[in-house]
């Protein structure tokens, strides 16, 4: 891949935010956005995105917390953006998408920039994964952590007290497919969907363009689609996930695509859109017309590892079983989210089970899944509140 570096964002960043690439960590040159750079002592700040997002996804806060004396980077992360180093096919070996080597990567960066600690580690969606995993892993480094949108739970635990048993202690499979698929509505989950290799040529090539496309999915998951209000799960079963969207639980016959083709806003709302304007969303269908989804896809895949009891991802981390966040920690959701909801039980194990310090949980009022861009003000004044009361 070749790209400009001068020309990141088409004219949207303003000239405190700078584009920089920092080679040779952990196999990538790892493309990263930065403010309040220039001076060594200021204490760092890791912004880490989900999907299908990219560092891009930060700017609306980068310039307020480096204004209050911080040093801000955002990267793209593995399989995204303008990283390189990545593969961007439908790959069988997975490891390097596991989230210890996610970690690593994170961590590479953290150290070639020359910080021995960060003062916070936030992360959006899936990039909240890679945060929560960071601080538990390494507390030494990463003094406090940011989740927003997406519950960290994710610590498999080692089957425990078993040598009397029948030794049939793996974890059960998920049969959540089944369940949906069977239910009068046929139905399936997003992130079955996006293990399939169809995915991927499915946004690449919808109907009405990728531009199109990305408007549909960030519209539908936003405060601005009227029909978010979401509420608590009783149960991991069909019949309370079919409650959710369809961006989370899609119609069984449908691609993404076309899934958000149905909810597409209307040419009003799209020119009232003051978080994310045609100009900005044009970034994300540049950058992704260029690598494609894949490599965020393959997130998916190899984190569904957890749940479905193969190896490898889970082995890997079921080196941590019983460890938790110690660090002090904070989540942030957009009240109009669905995601803090999509798994019942996971803010409370989150909050009462695997953060020790976390404090209460903050919901921001209209703003759905992209918090931070379509409420920057509001997320910028609790993560500061966070920073100076921690």
């Not at 040159?29 to 995105?49: F, Q, R, T, W």
């Not at 080692?158 to 202690?169: E, L, R, S």
């Not at 149960?235 to 899934?259: C, F, G, H, Q, V």
């Amino acid at each position: 891949m070749s790209f400009d570096l001068e020309q990141y964002g088409n004219g949207t960043l303003p000239e405190q935010i700078r584009s920089r690439v920092c080679r040779n960590i952990n196999g990538l040159n790892i493309h990263y956005l930065e403010a309040g750079y220039g001076d060594s002592e200021k204490p760092l700040i890791i912004l880490l995105h989900g999907f299908p997002e990219l560092a891009y996804s930060w700017r609306k806060i980068m310039i307020p917390l480096s204004n209050a004396g911080y040093h801000v980077v955002a990267p793209d992360q593995r399989g995204f953006g303008r990283t390189t180093g990545w593969d961007n096919s439908y790959v069988e070996d997975l490891s390097l998408f596991n989230q210890t080597n996610l970690v690593r990567d994170i961590l590479g960066l953290v150290s070639a920039l020359g910080y021995r600690s960060v003062e916070c580690v936030i992360g959006h969606d899936s990039g909240a994964g890679v945060a929560g995993w960071s601080s538990l892993i390494r507390p030494d480094i990463y003094k406090s952590t940011i989740l927003m949108s997406a519950p960290f739970t994710a610590v498999p635990e080692i089957p425990f007290n078993t040598y009397k048993g029948d030794g049939d202690n793996q974890p059960k499979p998920d049969t959540i497919a089944e369940g949906l698929a069977s239910l009068g509505r046929p139905r399936k989950h997003y992130q079955h969907y996006y293990a399939t290799r169809e995915a991927n040529a499915d946004m690449m090539e919808s109907e009405n363009g990728l531009h199109s496309f990305f408007r549909g999915y960030y519209h539908y998951k936003s405060a601005d689609w009227k029909n978010n209000n979401p509420f608590p799960l009783d149960s991991w079963t069909a019949k309370e996930l079919e409650k959710m969207p369809t961006y989370y639980i899609m119609d069984l016959n449908d691609n993404m695509a076309e899934t958000v083709a149905k909810e597409m806003p209307s040419g009003e709302e799209i020119a009232s859109c003051v978080w994310l304007p045609e100009e900005e969303l044009a970034v994300y269908a540049t950058e992704y017309g260029r690598t494609g989804f894949q490599g965020g896809l393959n997130w998916y895949r190899s984190g569904m590892a957890i749940s479905d009891g193969s190896h490898g991802n889970r082995q890997k981390l079921e080196l941590f079983s019983g460890m938790k966040i110690e660090v002090p920690a904070l989540f942030i959701a957009g009240k109009q989210d669905w995601g803090p909801q999509q798994r019942p039980g996971a803010l409370n194990t989150m909050q009462n089970t695997v953060c020790r310090n976390m404090s209460t949980i903050k919901y921001v009022d209209n703003a759905g899944h992209w918090v931070q861009q379509e409420q920057a003000e509001k997320v910028c004044e609790l993560v500061l509140e966070f920073m100076r009361n921690k």
